[in-house]
T-cell receptor
Framework: EPEVTQTPSHQVTQMGQEVILRCVPI?????FYWYRQILGQKVEFLVS????????KSEIFDDQFSVERPDGSNFTLKIRSTKLEDSAMYFC????????????FGPGTRLTVT | SQQGEEDPQALSIQEGENATMNCSYK?????LQWYRQNSGRGLVHLIL?????REKHSGRLRVTLDTSKKSSSLLITASRAADTASYFC????????????FGQGTRLTINP
């Protein structure tokens, strides 16, 4: 069964450094998403992406964040200058075109900012 | 209460029993989805129910949706130890794009 994959599974970085989290969505999906989950808290929406542009973003997704689909398979989330509070599990998700669109999540990348 | 809020927050039952978890939401929705998350792991999509559906089954899972009460329930029948996980409902709004709004989840423990 096709699945969303994410790399790395765990990333440790120092405050102020840039990180890029990578995702490979399911191949016939056209909508892509990033969510995050701070330890012990609920999953929060960050951004949705369709047709090579951001379709919606949350208040969390400020100028420090950016997303890109650099080729036909990868979908990346970049954090320019990480802060301690960026430490969280980051989930990528994808869904097909058309309704209803169940979103399928990757296993997540645990980001630890020290 | 917030969109996609589950209750109870924690549920502990014996293997073989049925587990029922509830979810309430505030705004009009397109769909409601249930996900499972094992400790420290990713989210596994369990089932999606559309706003015009009232009940849906998938294996040992039964989901109901009452749009007049803005609530949903997830029933797991004949529970197994492997069902131990956190369960989240997530809604997508008619007005919004496709973003999902998650609740805090129900932590389900199945005792052998």
């Amino acid at each position: 069964e096709p699945e969303v994959t994410q790399t790395p599974s765990h990333q440790v970085t120092q405050m102020g450094q840039e990180v890029i989290l990578r995702c490979v969505p399911i191949s016939n999906h056209l909508y892509f998403y990033w969510y995050r989950q701070i330890l012990g808290q609920k999953v929060e929406f960050l951004v949705s992406f369709y047709n090579n542009e951001i379709s919606e973003k949350s208040e969390i997704f400020d100028d420090q964040f950016s997303v890109e689909r650099p080729d036909g398979s990868n979908f990346t989330l970049k954090i320019r200058s990480t802060k301690l509070e960026d430490s969280a599990m980051y989930f990528c998700a994808s869904s097909q075109q058309g309704a209803p669109r169940g979103q399928y999540f990757g296993p997540g990348t645990r980001l630890t900012v020290t | 209460s917030q969109q996609g809020e589950e209750d109870p927050q924690a549920l502990s039952i014996q293997e073989g029993e049925n587990a029922t978890m509830n979810c309430s939401y505030k705004t009009s929705i397109n769909n409601l989805q249930w996900y499972r998350q094992n400790s420290g792991r990713g989210l596994v999509h369990l089932i999606l129910i559309r706003s015009n559906e009232r009940e849906k089954h998938s294996g040992r899972l039964r989901v109901t949706l009452d749009t007049s009460k803005k609530s949903s329930s997830l029933l797991i029948t004949a529970s197994r130890a492997a069902d131990t996980a956190s369960y989240f409902c997530a809604t997508d709004s008619i007005q919004g794009a496709q973003k999902l709004v998650f609740g805090q989840g129900t932590r389900l423990t199945i005792n052998p």
